[in-house]
Protein backbone atom coordinates (compact mmCIF):
# COMPACT_ATOMS: atom_id res chain seq x y z
CA UNK A 1 0.00 0.00 0.00
CA UNK A 2 2.76 2.45 1.01
CA UNK A 3 4.60 1.68 -2.24
CA UNK A 4 1.31 2.60 -4.17
CA UNK A 5 1.29 5.51 -2.72
CA UNK A 6 4.58 6.54 -3.04
CA UNK A 7 4.12 5.85 -6.39
CA UNK A 8 1.23 7.89 -7.43
CA UNK A 9 2.97 10.24 -5.52
CA UNK A 10 5.81 10.57 -8.30
CA UNK A 11 3.43 10.21 -11.15
CA UNK A 12 1.43 13.43 -9.28
CA UNK A 13 4.24 15.89 -9.18
CA UNK A 14 5.82 15.02 -12.03
CA UNK A 15 2.64 16.00 -14.04
CA UNK A 16 1.94 19.06 -12.20
CA UNK A 17 5.70 19.49 -13.38
CA UNK A 18 4.66 19.02 -16.81
CA UNK A 19 1.65 20.89 -16.74
CA UNK A 20 3.29 23.91 -15.78
CA UNK A 21 6.31 23.94 -18.06
CA UNK A 22 4.14 23.73 -20.94
CA UNK A 23 2.44 26.20 -22.82
CA UNK A 24 -0.85 24.44 -21.90
CA UNK A 25 -2.23 24.80 -18.44
CA UNK A 26 -5.23 22.15 -17.94
CA UNK A 27 -7.59 22.68 -15.38
CA UNK A 28 -9.87 19.49 -13.85
CA UNK A 29 -12.95 20.18 -12.38
CA UNK A 30 -15.25 17.14 -11.30
CA UNK A 31 -14.12 15.28 -14.43
CA UNK A 32 -14.62 18.61 -16.98
CA UNK A 33 -11.23 18.97 -18.53
CA UNK A 34 -10.56 22.25 -20.07
CA UNK A 35 -7.36 23.48 -22.34
CA UNK A 36 -5.99 26.94 -21.92
CA UNK A 37 -3.16 28.31 -23.97
CA UNK A 38 -1.28 30.64 -21.86
CA UNK A 39 -0.56 33.60 -23.38
CA UNK A 40 2.49 34.63 -25.69
CA UNK A 41 4.04 38.23 -24.63
CA UNK A 42 4.75 40.14 -27.86
CA UNK A 43 7.82 42.23 -27.86
CA UNK A 44 7.20 46.07 -28.19
CA UNK A 45 9.69 48.20 -30.32
CA UNK A 46 7.71 51.57 -28.87
CA UNK A 47 10.91 54.46 -28.45
CA UNK A 48 11.28 55.51 -24.62
CA UNK A 49 11.88 57.82 -24.04
CA UNK A 50 9.43 59.40 -26.89
CA UNK A 51 11.66 61.23 -29.41
CA UNK A 52 10.35 63.59 -32.11
CA UNK A 53 12.89 63.47 -34.19
CA UNK A 54 13.50 59.77 -33.97
CA UNK A 55 11.10 56.85 -35.35
CA UNK A 56 8.19 55.71 -33.20
CA UNK A 57 9.78 52.21 -33.53
CA UNK A 58 12.83 50.91 -32.65
CA UNK A 59 12.80 48.15 -35.52
CA UNK A 60 12.67 48.80 -39.52
CA UNK A 61 9.62 50.73 -41.34
CA UNK A 62 7.16 48.37 -43.01
CA UNK A 63 7.31 48.19 -46.80
CA UNK A 64 4.53 49.57 -47.82
CA UNK A 65 4.41 48.66 -51.44
CA UNK A 66 4.14 44.78 -49.92
CA UNK A 67 1.49 45.23 -47.53
CA UNK A 68 -1.95 43.49 -47.95
CA UNK A 69 -4.93 45.33 -47.42
CA UNK A 70 -3.09 48.48 -46.47
CA UNK A 71 -4.98 50.99 -44.49
CA UNK A 72 -3.76 53.55 -41.69
CA UNK A 73 -5.89 54.05 -38.50
CA UNK A 74 -5.92 56.89 -35.93
CA UNK A 75 -6.80 57.54 -32.40
CA UNK A 76 -6.55 60.88 -31.02
CA UNK A 77 -7.65 59.88 -27.35
CA UNK A 78 -4.70 57.80 -27.56
CA UNK A 79 -2.26 59.96 -29.39
CA UNK A 80 -1.46 57.40 -31.72
CA UNK A 81 -1.34 56.24 -35.30
CA UNK A 82 -1.39 52.69 -36.77
CA UNK A 83 -0.28 50.90 -39.95
CA UNK A 84 -2.55 48.66 -40.46
CA UNK A 85 -2.57 45.27 -42.88
CA UNK A 86 -6.20 44.27 -42.69
CA UNK A 87 -6.91 43.73 -38.87
CA UNK A 88 -3.49 43.38 -38.10
CA UNK A 89 -1.37 46.60 -36.69
CA UNK A 90 1.68 46.49 -38.37
CA UNK A 91 3.89 49.60 -37.29
CA UNK A 92 2.68 52.08 -34.26
CA UNK A 93 3.74 55.80 -34.78
CA UNK A 94 3.29 58.35 -32.11
CA UNK A 95 0.59 61.45 -32.90
CA UNK A 96 -0.64 64.55 -31.69
CA UNK A 97 -4.25 65.16 -33.12
CA UNK A 98 -5.75 68.65 -32.86
CA UNK A 99 -6.57 70.62 -29.64
CA UNK A 100 -10.38 70.42 -27.98
CA UNK A 101 -12.77 73.37 -28.63
CA UNK A 102 -16.49 74.13 -27.99
CA UNK A 103 -18.16 73.58 -31.72
CA UNK A 104 -21.74 73.93 -31.50
CA UNK A 105 -22.03 73.60 -27.47
CA UNK A 106 -19.74 70.65 -27.82
CA UNK A 107 -16.61 69.69 -26.78
CA UNK A 108 -14.83 68.34 -30.15
CA UNK A 109 -11.28 68.23 -31.66
CA UNK A 110 -10.56 70.74 -34.25
CA UNK A 111 -9.62 67.10 -36.21
CA UNK A 112 -12.07 65.73 -38.04
CA UNK A 113 -13.27 62.15 -37.84
CA UNK A 114 -14.31 59.57 -39.87
CA UNK A 115 -12.91 57.29 -43.46
CA UNK A 116 -10.73 59.79 -45.47
CA UNK A 117 -8.11 58.68 -48.03
CA UNK A 118 -4.28 59.77 -49.03
CA UNK A 119 -4.95 62.54 -51.55
CA UNK A 120 -1.68 63.54 -54.27
CA UNK A 121 -0.99 66.85 -51.91
CA UNK A 122 2.26 65.99 -50.01
CA UNK A 123 6.01 68.04 -49.93
CA UNK A 124 8.94 68.68 -47.78
CA UNK A 125 7.88 71.55 -46.32
CA UNK A 126 5.13 74.19 -45.80
CA UNK A 127 4.40 77.34 -43.66
CA UNK A 128 0.66 78.30 -42.92
CA UNK A 129 1.20 82.36 -41.72
CA UNK A 130 -2.25 81.92 -40.72
CA UNK A 131 -1.67 79.82 -37.79
CA UNK A 132 1.92 81.16 -37.47
CA UNK A 133 3.38 77.31 -37.88
CA UNK A 134 5.29 75.37 -40.75
CA UNK A 135 6.16 71.55 -40.59
CA UNK A 136 8.29 69.39 -43.03
CA UNK A 137 7.06 66.68 -44.86
CA UNK A 138 3.42 66.81 -45.49
CA UNK A 139 0.79 64.10 -46.91
CA UNK A 140 -2.86 65.67 -47.44
CA UNK A 141 -6.19 63.53 -46.49
CA UNK A 142 -8.58 65.68 -46.46
CA UNK A 143 -9.70 69.09 -48.01
CA UNK A 144 -6.47 68.56 -50.71
CA UNK A 145 -3.76 70.31 -48.41
CA UNK A 146 -6.26 71.47 -45.77
CA UNK A 147 -5.90 68.37 -43.21
CA UNK A 148 -2.07 66.66 -43.23
CA UNK A 149 0.01 64.25 -41.66
CA UNK A 150 3.26 66.19 -40.83
CA UNK A 151 6.17 66.48 -38.77
CA UNK A 152 6.04 68.53 -35.87
CA UNK A 153 5.58 72.11 -36.42
CA UNK A 154 8.12 74.89 -37.15
CA UNK A 155 8.46 78.39 -36.65
CA UNK A 156 8.64 80.22 -39.67
CA UNK A 157 12.54 80.42 -39.79
CA UNK A 158 12.21 76.34 -40.02
CA UNK A 159 12.99 75.68 -36.59
CA UNK A 160 10.83 73.63 -34.40
CA UNK A 161 8.75 75.00 -32.04
CA UNK A 162 10.09 72.45 -28.95
CA UNK A 163 7.27 73.43 -26.67
CA UNK A 164 4.91 71.60 -29.09
CA UNK A 165 7.17 68.99 -30.32
CA UNK A 166 7.77 67.63 -26.71
CA UNK A 167 3.12 66.57 -27.04
CA UNK A 168 3.88 63.98 -29.74
CA UNK A 169 2.54 61.17 -28.69
CA UNK A 170 0.93 62.62 -25.02
CA UNK A 171 -1.69 65.31 -25.97
CA UNK A 172 -3.58 66.76 -28.05
CA UNK A 173 -1.61 69.82 -29.88
CA UNK A 174 -2.46 70.91 -33.43
CA UNK A 175 -4.85 73.10 -35.22
CA UNK A 176 -6.61 69.89 -36.80
CA UNK A 177 -3.39 68.13 -38.65
CA UNK A 178 -1.92 64.44 -37.35
CA UNK A 179 1.66 65.56 -36.31
CA UNK A 180 4.41 62.98 -36.34
CA UNK A 181 8.00 62.17 -35.62
CA UNK A 182 10.04 63.94 -37.69
CA UNK A 183 10.82 60.50 -39.40
CA UNK A 184 7.36 59.08 -39.31
CA UNK A 185 6.48 61.92 -41.34
CA UNK A 186 9.46 61.47 -43.89
CA UNK A 187 8.84 57.92 -44.17
CA UNK A 188 5.08 58.50 -44.55
CA UNK A 189 5.85 61.10 -47.07
CA UNK A 190 8.17 59.10 -49.16
CA UNK A 191 6.00 55.74 -49.07
CA UNK A 192 2.48 55.99 -48.64
CA UNK A 193 0.38 55.47 -51.56
CA UNK A 194 -2.08 58.03 -52.41
CA UNK A 195 -5.69 56.53 -52.45
CA UNK A 196 -4.85 54.91 -49.01
CA UNK A 197 -7.74 54.68 -46.49
CA UNK A 198 -7.22 56.46 -43.63
CA UNK A 199 -9.72 56.73 -40.80
CA UNK A 200 -9.93 58.57 -37.66
CA UNK A 201 -11.67 57.48 -34.53
CA UNK A 202 -11.51 59.47 -31.03
CA UNK A 203 -10.50 55.72 -29.75
Known amino acids: MKNKCKLFLVFLISGL ?25 HKSYMR ?9 ETK ?8 KHLWIRVSLNKNRTYIMS ?3 IIYT ?16 SLTPTG ?12 YNAGVGEGAHYYVSWKGNGVYLFHSVPTHQNGKYIVSNADKLGKDVASHGCIHLSIADSKWLYENVPVGTKVIIKQD
Open 17 to 41: VLTFSGSYITHCFSNDFTVVQASKR
Open 48 to 56: HPISWRKSS
Open 60 to 67: PYPNLHKV
Open 86 to 88: GKH
Open 93 to 108: MYSSGGVYKKINGKRQ
Open 115 to 126: TYHIQPERGTYF
